[in-house]
């Protein structure tokens, strides 16, 4: 068994594949595309991809990746604690730092850190934290990387550097192909609704009907409809409850169009 995750060795996605499955063995890739990729030639058999996150919210090229692999499926989830720390070349003077590597994600969870003690660095995305450290070659040069990570070059700083202490990403296990789970706690899904004055009341009225909570709802512009909008909706219910399945075969009903996206 193969656990797809983007990397290298020492990202937050490596974590959550170890999470899902400690013996497994794991295959890193260096984008979110060639991930979800790697899982369509079958170089893999499942992939852990981040879909929210606490301060940021959705993960919206997951999303997306997502709902366009038409036989892609999460059925597993799981909670990473995201702590972020910066990284100096040993001896390195902070007051000097010119040039930040980390992730996009890792520089909006630390804007208001970065803003008051680094405000002229200029800071440069990276496909994941891990890949972001491996750029630093000076002294004026620093990194944003998870407290997991040690280097034996680097002087990782002691506290958490995040805006927000409590902060947290949300992963999926996604497979291809294959049953639906026969039990969950959440059904994870993607509905359009007709361009009309009261749609979207209509496609969710079912979930209140049949008695489930709804804990999640985004929106994401359908491409080459301009205007038009696709619904990623998360509700609490059990793939193996028939009044759930039921909930989910009302939606559709009221929907131009559906996909169950996971149960997990």
Do not use: W
């Not at 490596?14 to 979110?32: E, I, N, T, V």
């Not at 407290?147 to 949300?170: G, K, W, Y």
Request: a neutral charge; charged letters at 25%; glycine letters at 8%.
């Amino acid at each position: 068994m193969t656990i797809g995750y983007l990397g290298p060795d020492g990202s937050f996605s490596r974590l959550a594949a170890d999470s899902f499955r400690p013996q497994a063995q794991k295959r890193a890739y260096p984008s979110f595309r060639d991930l979800f990729e790697g899982l369509e030639r079958g170089e893999c058999d499942f992939i852990a991809a981040p879909i929210e996150n606490s301060l940021n919210g959705g993960v919206l090229q997951n999303i997306d990746l997502l709902q366009s692999h038409a036989d892609f499926f999460a059925f597993e989830q799981v909670a990473i604690k995201v702590d972020h720390r910066l990284a100096l070349l040993k001896g390195a003077d902070a007051a000097r730092v010119t040039r930040i590597y980390s992730h996009q994600q890792a520089f909006a969870q630390c804007g208001e850190y970065l803003a008051r003690n680094f405000p002229q660095a200029e800071l440069i995305a990276s496909p994941s934290t891990s890949a972001g450290l491996k750029l630093v070659r000076s002294k004026n040069e620093g990194a944003i990387v998870g407290s997991h990570v040690t280097d034996p070059r680097f002087d990782i700083s002691p506290h958490n550097i995040a805006d927000e202490l409590s902060n947290v990403t949300s992963f999926l296990l996604i497979k291809k192909g294959g049953e639906l789970p026969q039990r969950s706690s959440k059904l994870f899904f993607s509905a359009t609704c007709p361009h009309r004055p009261g749609a979207l009341v209509d496609l969710i009225k079912p979930i209140k009907e049949h008695g489930f909570n709804m804990t999640k709802i985004e929106s994401r512009p359908i491409r080459e409809r301009p205007g038009e909008y696709r619904f990623f909706i998360e509700t609490e219910g059990d793939s193996g409850d028939k009044k759930a399945l039921a909930m989910l075969e009302a939606v559709k009903g009221a929907s131009a169009s559906f996909r169950l996206l996971g149960c997990y």
